[in-house]
């Protein structure tokens, strides 16, 4: 059984497929369920927030590992975060009978790492989608992104053009590389920050409904 902690919000009658959301860096389970409704009003999805294994002296929240230099996480506390998460995602397909082809895994900042990590890796089932907020495709021993099996794989990158914590080329860059693979990017940019912009979340909206689809569930 997973370790991670979680929050939940059901859908409303049979879902048509689900949404896992992880967090930031700092932040915990309860940062993003808040977006259910917002990426999700007719609540047609089953939305699971789990939350990061690691503590850090010092720092409040949650982490899913620890920093060393920004687009490389360290490698032992991310390998952990991996496998505790795809132990964790594994289990809530098992649960909810929704499998992967019916997923889309999204996060903000350290949480959009894990889903880029989780949903390219080639030892992991492909979901439908992945939608990373303001994050990278990590660089780190022992993984490494394998897109020639999961071109049916959507993606939707948004980023603020004014992240200091997270530059915007990182963004650029992942989606530069993921059409290069043949994966369809829905890419946006603004100028914002290191936060979520509400206009991408709205424009998430409508790339949630389009890649799963009302009458899509397999449960």
Known sequence: MSALVHRERPADG????????????????????????????DRRL????????????????????????????????????????????DETWERTGIGPDRTVLGGFSMGAVMSYSTGLSGDRPAPAGIMPFSGFVPVVDGWAASTDDRRATRAFVAHGRHDPVIGVEFARDATERLRAAGLDVDYHESDVDHRIDPTHALAARAWIADTLPAGGSDG
Do not use: M, Q
């Open 14 to 41: 049979a879902p048509d497929g689900l949404l896992v959301l992880h967090h930031g860096r700092g932040a915990d389970e309860h940062d993003l369920i808040g977006l259910a409704d917002v990426f999700d009003p």
């Open 46 to 89: 089953h939305v699971v927030t789990p939350g990061g294994p690691l503590r850090i002296a010092g720092f409040p929240g949650r982490h899913w590992y620890k920093v060393p230099r920004v687009g490389y996480p360290d490698p032992d506390t991310f390998r952990s975060a991996f496998d505790a998460l795809a132990a964790f995602h």
